[in-house]
């Protein structure tokens, strides 16, 4: 008789190593081992589709079959190119490779789109895709990926694809898990991550490549923390001063190209991204473009002005800061529109002392600023909806305002308690970004230091 120990060990080295992330909601899986190889015939509805080094072009136009197309190419590439042996995933000193035998392969991969996407699908609001999929490997090497929208075929090859391992024998790459059979759905319609690009400028490449981690973990909005007191790195040609003077250094900046590229680059990955320029705090940098549109600018001492200096709010009751809202308003959003269902206007952390400054308002009172702040916020949510999108806002608008807003808006909680609720509760559509999380983290890692 073997003690249990070594059973125990030999049994773990011989079980699958499963690295499925999200986990499926639903997976069946066996114990048969499927060699994969770049010949496999691959179609979608029907039509065969090239697997190799596609990428969709540049374009506002979104097709399915270029979208599906990349997907097919980036799984490909998961497998084949930057694929590992997973000696990580297994006891040290096991035996857990399969015996090379590439006879017994993946034969085909049949992808059927049974719904049609829409303009929607491209960009949708939270809920308007349906981002299910089933996959299925059979014990014969036949695999069906079935899903109503392109966004569900896009999930399913990337979980195709962390199906599959390098040998370290050379370049064969092997499941041992078939036959496979998932149906998969995610729980919520919004998955997302936010980018401060004001405080920290990030590269293009640097938020391509974030948004490919997003998709391998299917998560699917971006949100562009983009301006802030800090920097105005985004280029709005109709006002140029605004990132010539308030960018970091006149390279670290975001052209309209720029920012049209990472749009699609998301869309094609099943990322949509929510640009924000916060207002009508976080906003003082436009005092070194348009000095007469803001209060507050860098006053001291910070903390009676605002949580991070430097400080810097909208004059709100200046008829100036409604025209250069037009302006601005009337070059950016129509470059978003094409790409997102949504733009966010901010609107977290105002102190009313700024308004206090204001020669338009010397007041910091909430009765006389809340009837100001309802009517600076009703314009600029009538400019977002007149572009065809619809408005985000942090939960200070309405936790701290008590603002009445369209019930097409975005709520966007992040103090954490009972806010999420409260809001859901009062008829609110909550995001939810509790920052309690990141900066428990945050203590821990300098605890550790
Ligand atoms: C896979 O799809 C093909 C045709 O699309 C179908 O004939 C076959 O039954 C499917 N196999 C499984 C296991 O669903
Ligand atoms: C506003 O300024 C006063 C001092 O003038 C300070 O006592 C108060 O805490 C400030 N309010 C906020 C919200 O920072
Ligand atoms: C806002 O500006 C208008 C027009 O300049 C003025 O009549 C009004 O008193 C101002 N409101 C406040 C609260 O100061
Ligand atoms: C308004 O200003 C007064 C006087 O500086 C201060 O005592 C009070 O705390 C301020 N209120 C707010 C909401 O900041
Ligand atoms: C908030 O606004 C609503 C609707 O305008 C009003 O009924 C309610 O009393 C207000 N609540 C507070 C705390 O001001």
């Not at 490779?97 to 996407?117: C, F, L, M, W, Y």
């Not at 939960?395 to 806010?419: F, I, K, P, R």
Request: overall charge negative; proline content about 7%.
């Amino acid at each position: 008789m073997l003690p249990k120990a070594i059973i125990a060990i030999a049994a773990l080295a011989f079980s699958p190593a499963n690295a499925l992330w999200p986990i499926p909601q639903k997976i069946s899986t066996g114990d048969s081992v499927l060699f994969i190889d770049q010949a496999v015939r691959v179609t979608y509805n029907g039509v065969p589709i090239i697997p190799i080094g596609y990428n969709p072009p540049a374009s506002s136009n979104f097709d399915s079959r270029q979208i599906v197309q990349g997907a097919v190419s980036r799984a490909f590439q998961n497998i084949f190119s930057t694929n590992y042996v997973p000696w990580k995933l297994h006891p040290r000193n096991s035996n857990f490779e399969p015996k090379v035998a590439p006879q017994n392969r993946i034969q085909s991969i049949s992808i059927q789109q049974t719904g049609k996407d829409t303009s929607k699908t491209f960009k949708p609001r939270a809920g308007d895709v349906d981002e299910s999929y089933s996959l299925t490997i059979s014990k014969n090497g036949q695999v069906n990926i079935s899903a109503k929208s392109s966004t569900g075929v896009l999930h399913a090859l990337e979980t195709f694809s962390q199906l599959f391992y390098k040998h370290s024998a050379g370049p064969f790459y092997y499941t041992t898990q078939a036959p496979v059979s998932i149906t998969d759905a995610p729980k919520y319609p919004h998955r997302g991550i936010m980018l401060d690009l004001a405080r920290n400028y990030q590269t293009i490449d640097d938020i391509k490549r974030t948004i490919d981690a997003m998709s391998w973990n299917k998560l699917n909005r971006l949100h562009l923390h983009i301006t802030d007191s800090q920097s105005w790195p985004l280029v709005i040609p109709a006002l140029p001063k605004l990132s010539q003077a308030g960018a970091y250094h006149p390279s670290l900046v975001y052209t309209p190209a720029d920012l049209a590229g990472i749009f699609q680059y998301g869309i094609n990955r099943g990322v949509e991204v929510i640009t924000e320029i916060d207002m009508p705090g976080h906003i003082g940098v436009i005092e070194l473009a348009y000095s007469d549109l803001i209060v507050a600018y860098e006053e001291m001492p910070y903390q009676y002005y605002c949580a991070e200096p430097p400080c810097g709010a909208f004059s709100i009751n200046n008829t100036k800061v409604y025209s250069f809202l037009d302006t601005l308003f009337d070059d950016l959003l129509p470059r978003v529109a094409p790409y997102s269902a949504y733009f966010h206007t901010g609107g977290d952390e105002l102190n009313a002392n700024d308004s206090m400054l204001d020669s338009h308002i010397k007041s910091n009172e909430t009765s006389v600023l809340q009837p100001l702040l309802q009517k600076f916020i009703n314009f600029a949510h009538s400019k977002v909806r007149a572009a065809g999108l619809s408005p985000f806002v942090w939960e200070e608008m309405v936790t701290t305002w008590n603002l009445t807003l369209g019930s097409d808006t975005v709520v966007q909680s992040w103090l954490g308690g009972d806010a999420v609720k409260n809001l859901a509760e009062s008829g609110h559509k909550v995001i939810d970004t509790d920052y309690n999380f990141y900066v428990s983290l945050y203590f821990e890692n300098r605890d550790i230091m």
